[in-house]
């Protein structure tokens, strides 16, 4: 975890041991579930030993709501790297900025920059082949998944798919419903050549972004405990 050892403002810049969060910083929040809206942007106006100030983040024209209290994840890009980070809402303030009052980051981790970041989870998954022939009443095949995205799921298993393949596939998060997901195969690979075992980058084609919200949120919230059971 990064310490908040050492604080300067020059220029506009908060030190830290390591350079991260600066004012006027361009920042992506991911907010609680109980929000309909799952990702917003704002930036950071100010920063002391105490909280992080930031400009309340807007929907359409209208300034997004939450409760005091609530947990929020973020994530800033600083010198090309990804950082992702903790934070609870304490407060807003109107005047003379509508801004959101936080508590300083917490469990700060640098992440991959891909255009939806990565989960390595074991999940069962169940797969349909789509094809002009089939019809609603195709075969399911269970499987397991590799890791999975906001964009996508990678998948194991012991035959291979054509690349192209259109795929209907169910995925269930724990305590959630299940959902199917029209998606087409984009990548295969054979990790051990002495064992009949691929992995199938699956790509989701139509997913309704309630649903891609969902699994967002849930990335996060699995990241940040993997990240505390390290510390």
């Known amino acids: ?23 006027n910083q361009r920042l992506t929040l991911i907010l609680p579930e109980k ?16 909280a ?25 890009v600083e010198n090309g790297q990804v950082y992702q980070f903790q934070s609870t809402v304490t407060g807003k303030r109107i005047s003379p900025l509508p801004v959101w009052i936080l508590t300083l980051p917490t469990n700060i981790t640098k992440v991959q920059q891909r255009s939806f ?12 082949v789509v094809s002009e022939q089939q019809d609603e009443d195709a075969p399911l095949h269970d499987l397991l998944t ?26 269930q998060l724990p305590e959630q419903e299940a959902w199917t997901i029209a998606s087409d195969v984009v990548r295969l690979d054979m990790p051990q050549n002495d064992r009949q075992l ?14 891609r919200n969902r699994l967002i949120r849930f990335i ?11 510390v």
Not at 53 to 74: Q, R
Not at 220 to 230: I, V
């Open 1 to 23: 975890m990064i310490i908040f050892s050492n604080f300067l403002r020059q220029g506009g810049i908060l030190i830290l041991e390591e350079e991260v969060f600066k004012i």
């Open 52 to 76: 992080m100030t930031i400009a309340m983040p807007m929907s359409k024209g209208y300034p997004i709501i939450i409760p005091n209290g609530s947990t929020v994840w973020g994530r800033v």
């Open 220 to 230: 996060f919230r699995k990241q940040l405990e993997q990240r505390q059971k390290e």
């Open 117 to 128: 970041v990565r989960l390595d989870i074991v999940l069962p998954v169940k797969i349909q």
């Open 146 to 171: 590799k890791n999975i995205s906001g964009g996508g799921v990678c998948l194991i298993s012991q035959d291979k798919l054509k690349l192209g393949t259109k795929l209907n596939v169910q995925l």
């Open 35 to 50: 929000v309909s809206i799952a990702e917003c942007y704002s930036r950071i106006e100010d920063m002391t030993l105490e």
């Open 198 to 211: 691929y992995w199938i980058g699956v790509r989701f084609l139509d997913i309704a972004e309630p649903i």
